[in-house]
Structure formats: structure tokens, C-alpha cells
């Protein structure tokens, strides 16, 4: 019998949140995000970017303001 280890954790809560919780798994290391991670600030500009304008309301046309 194998010892659970953490890495097998971790690949098991990963196949649990891709497969039934809808998320999607992103690797920074090759593909279209390779290199995009900001290390510093702990997050990927490019999605939160695309939360912010998701949510974000939009711009009041000119006429509406007074």
C-alpha cells in the first residue's frame, strides 16, 4: 500500500475543482500563459483584468450626465 503523500493530495483536490467544480486549470509554465504569473504580486494580471471588466459597470453615456 502507497503512503498518501501531499502531492497526491494536491492533484486530488485539482481533479476534483477541474472536473466537477468547473474550474480551469491554467499552467504557467508552457502554453499561452508560460511566463505571464506575476510572482511578486502573487496573481495573473491577465485574470484579474478580465474579472475587473467583467463586473465592472458600464459608462454612463454622455447625454445621461448632467
Known sequence: MKKHTE??????IVDSLTQ?????LV?????DAAGRYDK???LDP???LGIVFAIR?????????S
Do not use: I, K, N
Open 7 to 12: 502531492a497526491r493530495l494536491e492533484d486530488a
Open 27 to 31: 499552467d504557467y509554465r508552457t502554453g
Open 20 to 24: 466537477q467544480g468547473g474550474y480551469v
Open 40 to 42: 511578486a504580486r502573487a
Open 57 to 65: 459597470t458600464p459608462a454612463h453615456p454622455a447625454s445621461a450626465r
Open 46 to 48: 491577465a485574470l484579474v
